[in-house]
Every structure is written in C-alpha cells, then in structure tokens.
DNA sequence: GGCATGCTTTTTATGCTTAAAATATATTCG
DNA sequence: CGAATATATTTTAAGCATAAAAAGCATGCC
C-alpha cells in the first residue's frame, strides 16, 4: 500500500484503488470491495499524513509511530514490546531505533536484569518533539474525517469494533 | 504500515496499534481514534494477505495488485495510469514492472504514438496465475469479514463512503 | 555446575517505496 | 523552424519492511 509525492505529482490525481480485484468464483465480491474501500481510505489519510509528516517536519511516519509508542510509557519500554504494539517486526527495529538515537530522540539502556533486553525511552527532547507533531497530526486528521458527522463517526467506529473483531477471530483461530 | 511474520513470531501475538497518539490539545481525539482503528483494521488484514501470498504462491502484494489492476485493462494500460490507479509512484513500477516482465506475467510495448510510454499487458500466464490468486484473496477476505452480518457490512460499505468523500474534499480543496 | 532449551535482539538478503533529479520524447507557440 | 514547456519514464539515494538465520543471554533441570 502507499505512496507519497507532491512534486513527483501522483497525490492528488489517483483515481482509485476500489475496483482492484474481480469477482471470485465462491463470491466473495462484496467482501472484497468493502475491503478495497477500506484499504483506499487508509491509503489516503496515510499517504497524507506521510506527506505533511516530511513537509512539515521532515519526519517519517515510522519515527512518528514509534514516537508515539513511547509517549505513553513513562519509564519506557522494551523493544519487543514496542514491535508487538507497532506490528512491525522486531529486527525492523534495530535500524530505526538507532537512528531516533542517533537523532537524540530516544534513549537504549540495557536492562541490569537481563542483558538481552533493551529499554527505549523518549528523551526530553523526543517528547518536545512528539507533542508538536502530534498536535498537528490531530489537526491533519480532524481535517479529512470533518465532513463526517459524529453520529457517522460513531457508527464507523462501532462497525469497525465488529469488523476487527472478526478478523481478529479468524487471525488467532488457524481456519 | 505493516509487518508480517509468522516463525519470527510477531503476527499473531500484536497488541493494538490503537492508542497510538494521544490527545491533542484542540482535541480532535474522536477522530483520531477513529482513523487508528481504521489502520489497525487495514494492518490486520494487509498483513495476513501478504502472508498467505507468500506462504501459498510465493508471491508478494504489490505484485498481486499490479496484476489485479492488469486483468480489467484486456488490451494492457499505461505505466502513469498503472501508478495512478494503484496510488503508488511511477518510479516504483518501473522495477516491479521489470521482475513481473522477467517472470513471464506481463509484457512491455513501446507504444507506437509516442515513444515515451510503455503499455503494460498481461500475458495468458499472468492471467491464469492472477485468477488462482484472485479465487483465493476472496476467499480470505470472506474469512476475515465472515462475522460481520450482511447488514454491518453494508452500513460499513456505506460510512466509509461518506468518510472517503471528507477525506477526498480535504485533499482536492488545499485547505 | 553444565547442558538443553527458549527468549531477545541483531544480522543478512531481498524487495518495496518515495522524492528528486535526470533522460527522453512530444507539443506549443512565437 | 526552434525554443520553451510539458509529459512519461528511469535513475539515484535513502529509508522502511520482512523472513530467516545467527548471536547472545537466561533459565530450568539433571
């Protein structure tokens, strides 16, 4: 999924990812263009985030994501834990921490009870610097959803509640 | 987004991207909740096809979406119409589009108008391998949705309409 | 204590993705 | 015609992402 651009010009002149994948014999159609319609909505709101995210701040969505990971874990956290919470493999990781260190972001500290383990934690600065952007961020994002009513909001997210739960029923039963 | 997994062993034990950002200030929190739900729902589903391509073709996502867009185009599409469609960059094809060429599923032509663009096409062989992997995308997709009755889904069809209207007048009105 | 086992993280190889610059071709307009 | 402009694609440099294998450490059990 994805892309980005602005001056490359593809952004704003997509036409649309909804009608991607044909009709299966078994009929699954209507399943399939929900789906479609759902990736297309996240593909949008991502890929601007993405955009404003590097105009803005020349930040990437990933440091961002594992920012905000962090945010909410005042004594920080271990990176297996962080790859759990961001869905992202653990050897991912290594490289970006690295570079949010490197940017003085975030702090490594090896842990005394067990050498394997690493704890990230935001440094003052990575905070400051969160809070910014996720200020913006919410901005950004009550942006494109304000069309939508809160009554509309709620209903999405009361859908949404069950679709996950569906999904996440056939995830951790194998078939 | 994304991450995949399954002998590295972060799939199926992932927490919840949910609570990623907190609240800003001007407070767009509802929002905000609302679209990480979004993503969580789109990860979760993203990542089990990407793994299950692998697992039973071999075979990655973009790959499979470029086919997917192939196969309604009978006579082959433009490579900046390929990119629109599939919201990706034009750079980005160019190398899939080179690793589909060499595997035998499309084909290249320099179109004879205008020496510049490319029409990508699908052989007989990238159809037949994209119906095999179509018949069985459908059928994951149905597994995953499976418990969300006809009406949830269709109310769902229906408010990511509406969302995708805001989120699109957002994008076409700069600001 | 010492070995087997398992957990945490890093490394490696490969592929996807973008932005921006470069290349090549087409079109427009003076 | 010829220069400027526009369009289509590729190249380049950097970063993100995974799976699988390797390395390092802890723990349990004999």
Redesign the interface.
């Known amino acids: 999924?994805?892309?980005?651009?602005s001056t490359?010009g593809?952004?704003?002149?997509?036409?649309?990812?909804e009608?991607?994948?044909?009709?299966?014999?078994?009929?699954?159609?209507?399943?399939?263009?929900?789906?479609l319609?759902?990736?297309?909505?996240?593909?949008?709101?991502?890929?601007?985030v993405r955009r404003r995210l590097r105009e803005e701040f020349d930040f990437t969505?990933p440091r961002f994501?594992l920012l905000?990971?962090l945010?909410?874990a005042e004594d920080g956290m271990v990176l297996g834990?962080v790859?759990?919470?961001?869905?992202?493999?653990?050897?991912?990781l290594t490289a970006l921490v690295e570079r949010l260190a490197e940017s003085g972001y975030v702090s490594r500290t090896v842990s005394p009870k067990d050498r394997r383990v690493q704890i990230i934690a935001l440094t003052e600065a990575g905070r400051a610097a969160f809070r910014n952007m996720?200020?913006r961020?919410?901005?950004w994002?009550?942006?494109?959803?304000?069309?939508?009513s809160?009554r509309?909001?709620a209903?999405?997210?009361k859908?949404?509640?069950?679709?996950?739960?569906?999904?996440?029923?056939?995830?951790?039963n194998p078939q």
């Open positions: 999924m994805n892309s980005e651009s490359s593809v952004s704003p002149d997509w036409v649309d990812g009608t991607k994948v044909e009709e299966a014999p078994h009929d699954h159609g209507d399943e399939t263009r929900l789906w319609r759902l990736l297309t909505c996240t593909t949008l709101v991502e890929t601007e969505l994501d905000a990971q945010e909410r834990e790859s759990k919470r961001m869905m992202v493999s653990p050897g991912n996720a200020d961020h919410g901005e994002i009550g942006d494109m959803f304000k069309q939508l809160a509309d909001g209903a999405l997210m859908e949404l509640g069950k679709l996950k739960n569906s999904i996440r029923a056939t995830l951790t």
